[in-house]
């Protein structure tokens, strides 16, 4: 069946500092990818996507990148700022499903002062 | 533009009790899903709308949960017999275009607690 795997699982960083994190997906057939942030006692809130006809996009301090023949893609934040601290989920949509998306396990990220 | 809205926030409750979550979608969105969150997990999907139609429930435990979107608009997601694994957060999103895949809004969840 289909599975995103997302890694790390915690990542600590310095604030001004660069922050990565990477998942990979299963499902070929899967051609959008939103990445969410989710602060605690919150619902997770879009903060880029990418589909599958582009390789790389880029909003301010943050950019995901995606490699289809690999089957991963990557969120990356610049300059990081404590309030980016937070959970953030990777995800891909699921087949010819409508709107149907399979989530990785989330990344805590931690930006310290 | 309002988003989408769940109620309650938080509830507790016995374990064999019923319960029931409530949520309006974002005004003119057609699918909406509900996702359960266990702690430290990402949202898995429990079942998705499309308008007033079950597009996909092939995660929900229908033994014990069920759900409901009568009008295509709002939408209830009720557990009966709760289970203490059942504890989690129950997230509520729609998504505005039909039958095509487009980003989804999320509700802030009802933190579910069953002692």
């Known amino acids: 069946g289909e599975n995103v795997e997302q890694h790390p699982s915690t990542l600590s960083v310095q604030e001004g500092d660069s922050a990565v994190i990477k998942c990979t997906y299963s499902d070929s057939a899967s051609n959008y990818f939103p990445w969410y942030k989710q602060e605690l006692g919150k619902g997770p809130q879009l903060i880029i996507d990418?589909?599958?006809?582009?390789g790389e996009k880029k909003d301010q301090r943050i950019a995901v990148t995606l490699n289809k023949t690999a089957k991963h893609f990557s969120l990356h934040i610049t300059e990081t700022q404590p309030e980016d601290s937070a959970v953030y989920f990777c995800?891909?949509?699921?087949?010819?499903?409508?709107?149907?998306?399979?989530f990785g396990a989330g990344t805590q990220v931690v930006v310290t002062p | 533009e309002a988003g989408v809205a769940q109620s309650p926030r938080y509830k507790i409750i016995e374990k064999r009790q019923s319960v029931a979550f409530w949520c309006n979608p974002i005004?003119?969105?057609?699918?909406l899903y509900w996702y359960q969150q266990i702690l430290g997990q990402g949202p898995k999907l429990l079942i998705q709308f499309q308008n007033n139609g079950v597009v996909d429930d092939s995660q929900l435990p229908k033994d014990r949960f069920s759900a409901e979107r009568l009008k295509g608009v709002d939408s209830t997601l009720k557990i009966q017999p709760a289970k203490l694994e059942d504890s989690a957060v129950y997230l509520c999103?729609?998504?505005?275009?039909?039958?095509?895949?487009?980003?989804?809004?999320f509700g802030q969840g009802t933190r579910l607690t069953v002692v």
């Open positions: 999103a729609s998504s505005l275009v039909e039958g095509a895949v487009t980003e989804a809004f």
């Open positions: 005004s003119g969105h057609a699918t």
């Open positions: 995800a891909a949509s699921v087949g010819n499903s409508w709107g149907k998306f399979q």
């Open positions: 990418i589909r599958s006809n582009v």
